[in-house]
């Protein structure tokens, strides 16, 4: 009995995880299309880790960083918070190039 409801509780946090992760990708492509985010890896240093494919997933890792370090939930009231922080990165970004 203790070994299924292990594995109940396994599969309930795989899918939050992945759900959490679907809400997180929809507010870096809202903040991507609001910033006319090119196709790319232009920004995969900057945002990203380095590890990312293209400026999109590269703009997700960012997104899950600055909603874990704001505490923030990637629901739609963050979207202001973010595209502020993102607008304020990107200008200190151009600043320095």
Not at 17 to 41: F, S
Request: aromatic residues 4%; charged residues 20%; glycine residues 8%.
């Amino acid at each position: 009995m203790n070994a299924s409801l292990h594995q109940i509780c396994r599969h309930g946090n795989h899918i939050e995880t992945v759900m959490m992760q679907r809400k997180v990708r929809k507010l870096a492509n809202a903040l991507g299309m609001a910033l006319n985010l090119r196709p790319g890896n232009g920004l995969v240093m900057f945002l990203g880790h380095g590890g990312e494919r293209d400026n999109y997933q590269a703009l997700e890792t960012w997104v899950s960083h600055v909603l874990e370090q704001a505490c923030l939930l990637p629901t739609r009231e963050a979207l202001p918070v973010l595209m502020m922080r993102l607008e304020s990165q990107l200008t200190e970004w151009e600043d320095l190039a």
